[in-house]
Nanobody, 122 residues
């Protein structure tokens, strides 16, 4: 199986920065798209940012210009640098990975992390 271990969440003041990390481990043949989604209380889960295996990126409108996503393919790890944080960025941030396994290298599978809380105080 595959595990996604997230780190880097916490409490920060408005205008501050945070860096989230997510390491994927397990029987991974290839990690395709990796990224972050978030869910605030009473709201739907939304895209924050994703990065494809070829380093093409896609950002949610709410974080464009304030966040940078990157990945280390050798470590199957994705990073999210968030700057100029706002109270409305407060949410649980979930790591997401689309991977294939050695046991079935042509079948993409989706995995989610358990989530890390980000709280931005005003």
């Amino acid at each position: 199986q595959v595990q996604l271990v997230e780190s880097g969440g916490g409490l920060v003041q408005a205008g501050g920065s945070l860096r989230l990390s997510c390491a994927a481990s397990g029987n991974i043949f290839r990690a395709n798209t990796m990224g972050w989604y978030r869910q605030a209380p009473g709201k739907q889960r939304e895209l924050v940012a994703v990065v494809e295996s070829g380093d093409r990126t896609n950002y949610g409108d709410s974080v464009k210009g304030r966040s940078t996503i990157s990945r280390d393919n050798a470590k199957n790890t994705v990073y999210l640098q968030m700057n100029s944080l706002k109270p409305e960025d407060t949410a649980v941030y979930y790591c997401n990975a689309v991977v294939t396994l050695y046991s079935s290298p042509s079948v993409p599978r989706i995995y989610w992390g358990q989530g890390t809380q980000v709280t931005v105080s005003s």
